[in-house]
């Protein structure tokens, strides 16, 4: 069960749609631009999206909870699906996995995804994916999303894929795994427990200490995916469309890690897969627990005081006046818009390729379904998507409420690469 499921017959049908949309003028030449816009006045998730460009025609994907397998649609074949790997601490593939089964390679051997003595970590590979984000022209909280294979116009830009170094590389490693310690590293990895109880500076640390281009996700590559999820689900809501994750699944009686899943509880369930339940774990783009479960740290998004300050990439080619990310916001760039009370989100601000929460007047049902918590008193760094005890406060959920210092049960961190060459 879990296993991916493409339609042959539905991809064909899309063939033929994108064909058809190419001799209309409505898909760009040389290469692939998926789009979709958003409409922040429709309260309905799925009423809110509407495909454009090479979209047009597409059949969304959804996970079956029925049949308990998740269907494609028509995006089984997309161009950014990323593929699942054995990655060495420098940064080379040693072999990709069965995607089915992550505890065996693609010829079916044995892997090394729960192998601590191995030298690198389980990571998928995702190509070169250029974004553009065009807010609409009198309501910045509706937006034109392009997803695409190839530099289409100057607006598109490859946050995610310039490294420490400040060059563009053509991939970036997600990890497999929740961050779970090994010595003084944390990894990815099956089997591990969550890492827990250490500060934003210390997780850094421990990542770092992977080798050169390791270090923690970053939220230019949460907007990524945000908007490859809401591209391929053609809905705001995540939850409903790939699941709820482990969202209810505390437990008093279990310290320290009060009913977290750990590692590889969902290596057989293929690159997505999702439940209905409330204490299950959720994966999509082969990334186990992307959202519920535990809290993940991320560099690039401060709450100042009330105040976003923002680094969408290494070196200063997005504007800021640093070439690395910090835990303070000090060089970063300073938003116009202000960070709201805590609350469900209604409205996402679309300015300069950034996706920032502006306000908090949802429901569990309506507009993107997902909590956002702030704490306007201090500085605070981002936590993202939610932990196991907070029910549908999960998903999309942003937590602009601890400092750097916070070290808890609830907030992990895992390790991101970006080639060096």
Known sequence: MGKIVRDETLEMINHTLSEINKTLGGASSGGTVYGF?????????????????????????????????????????????????????????????????????EDGTPSDVANTSYEGNAMVEFPKIWIKIIADRNDPTSSEVYIADHKAD???????????????????????????EVGSKIRSLSGLHPSINRNAQTQRDYIQNNGAGWDMESYSETILLWCLLILMGKSTDVQSVFGNGNMDGYDVNTP?????????????????????????????FGIENYWANQYRRELGLINDHGVYKVKLAY??????????YNMTGVGYIESDVLVPASGYLKEVNFSDGTMLMQTTSGGSTTYYCDYFYSNNTQINVCLRGGYCAYGLYCGFCFYLNNAASAAYWIIGASPSYRQLV
């Open 37 to 105: 816009h958003i409409n922040s006045k429709a309260a309905n998730p799925s009423d809110r999206v509407t495909y454009l460009r090479d979209a047009v025609g597409m059949i969304p994907a959804k996970m079956d909870y029925e049949n308990d397998v998740f269907n494609y649609g028509t995006w089984g074949s997309a161009f950014f699906i990323p593929k699942p790997c054995m990655l060495k601490y420098d940064g080379k593939v040693d072999y990709y996995l069965d995607e089915n089964d992550f505890t065996k390679k």
């Open 154 to 180: 100057e607006d598109f830009k490859d946050w995610c894929y310039i490294n420490q170094e400040g060059n563009h590389v053509n991939k970036f490693y997600k990890p497999i795994y929740a961050g779970g």
């Open 256 to 284: 320290p890690y009060y009913g977290m899943l750990d590692s590889g509880a969902m290596n057989a369930k293929g690159m997505f897969w999702g439940s209905n339940a409330i204490n299950r774990g959720v994966k999509v």
């Open 315 to 324: 070196g200063m080619e997005d504007g800021s006046l640093d070439d690395d």
